[in-house]
Structure formats: C-alpha cells, structure tokens
C-alpha cells in the first residue's frame, strides 16, 4: 500500500509532468494554481496525483482563489490526501500572499482622493476574513493617511465599536481627519440600521472633537459601500 502511494509523489512523474521542473525550465508564470499548489502539497494520495488533487480543492471553491483563502485548516484536511501539514502549507502561502499585496501597497503614501483610493488601501487587510472588523484610518492636513488601526474585532454578524476610541486614537495622533470602515463577511453590502447609527454617532462626535468623518466604507471582497458616495453620511 505504501509503495502505491508513493507512487503519486512528483519526483516520480515523468520529468515534463513536474511542476517544479516547469518552473525551473519555463518560470513561474508558466505553472497553473492547480500545479502550484500541488507544489506546495508534494504528494496526493493513493489514487490520484498531487495536481490532480489541487485540482479537486480549486473545484470545491469554484478555481477562485479568494474563496480558497478562506478554507481552515478543518476545511481543506476533508481533502483525501491532505492533512494537517499539507493544509498549513497552503494557508501559509496564501497568506504570505495577501501580506506582500498588503506591504507593496504602504510602500508609498496613500492620499485618499476618492472612495476606491479607501477600498484599494484596506482590501488587503480585510479580504478573506470569517469573521467582522473594523478600522479607522487618519488623515492628515492633505489627506494622506498617516496610520491605519485595527479598532474591534467580532464575529460572523458583527463587531463592537467604541466611539472614545476611535477618538482617542485619533487625538493622539493629531489626525486632522478620519474615515472608518469595516468587512462584512457575507458578502452583503446593504448597511444595516447599526451600522447606520454607528456611523451617525462618529459624525457627530467627529464635529465636536473638530475631527471630521469623511467616510464610513462597508467592504467585501468583491466591492464596497461608500456612506459618503450614497450621501447618507
């Protein structure tokens, strides 16, 4: 039975079929997810190869590799053929992924000009996520943002918000302005009567404390809700 299963391993594969001898020989532009992972996973199991087993996993997420991103380790171990140091494998690389986009874009000031300059700045920190949080960006005199900060935490349907927070963070820092925004894991972009007293609750503070709120933003993988571009801040 052993001898069986190793014979899925791709240093066993006819040297065309390898993809690490196809990244070596064509650059890793040339390899498919599918290969890609199989590199990372090494082995399949006794009765199909490593690439066709990523194939399976890319297939129960539609071959979106955000949706992959969200699998557990519990998610991807359901797999014939991965346990638990496979799946960790391809979370940590899909992970490191999301961190070099997340890096390579606070490598250059970010002036927020429009509501997408927020989306475009903050998906990286929120994509991928089970569970609900919320951030406060500030801003300076020439709406550059000069800290990004992880306010709560939550769960599946939402997160607390602590307004004096918010405001204390931002006085600290001689914000001259903020905008907030947090994901909803569902997908849905609708806000909802909480987050609209939330955001009416910051306005309101934000003038007290001379802090303006220039936007609150509900962001999804797929797309955002800008308060302030629907004029219902």
């Known amino acids: 039975m052993e001898n069986q299963k190793q014979a899925f391993g791709i240093k066993l594969w006819a040297k065309a079929d390898r993809p690490r001898e196809k990244l070596l020989d064509k650059g890793r532009q040339a390899l498919t997810e599918a290969e890609l992972i199989a590199i990372l996973i090494g082995s399949g199991s006794k009765n199909e190869t490593a690439v066709e087993l990523s ?9 979106n590799l955000n949706e992959l991103g969200k699998l557990s380790v519990n998610d991807l171990s359901k797999f014939n053929g991965i346990g638990d140091a496979k799946a960790i494998s391809i979370i940590a690389a899909l992970e490191l992924g999301r961190r070099r986009k997340q890096e390579k874009e606070t490598t250059k000031p970010n002036k927020i000009t429009t509501s997408k300059d927020v989306f475009d ?12 949080e919320f951030w406060l960006l500030l801003l300076n005199k020439a709406n550059i943002v000069v800290r990004k900060e992880l306010i709560s935490r939550g769960g599946i349907s939402g997160t607390v918000v602590d307004t004096k927070i918010i405001f204390k963070t931002a006085i600290v820092n001689y914000a001259s302005s903020i905008i907030v925004c947090h994901n909803h894991p569902s997908g849905n972009l609708k806000p909802s009567e909480a987050d609209k007293k939330t955001t009416f609750n910051i306005k309101e503070a934000g003038k007290l404390m001379e802090i303006p709120l220039l936007d609150h933003l509900i962001i999804t993988d797929n797309g955002f809700f ?3 571009d629907e004029g219902i801040l």
Not at 124 to 130: A, C, V
């Open 226 to 228: 800008s308060f302030n």
């Open 55 to 63: 194939k399976k996993i890319l297939a129960s997420v539609e071959n």
């Open 121 to 132: 700045l903050m998906l990286p920190s929120m994509i991928d996520l089970p569970h609900e």
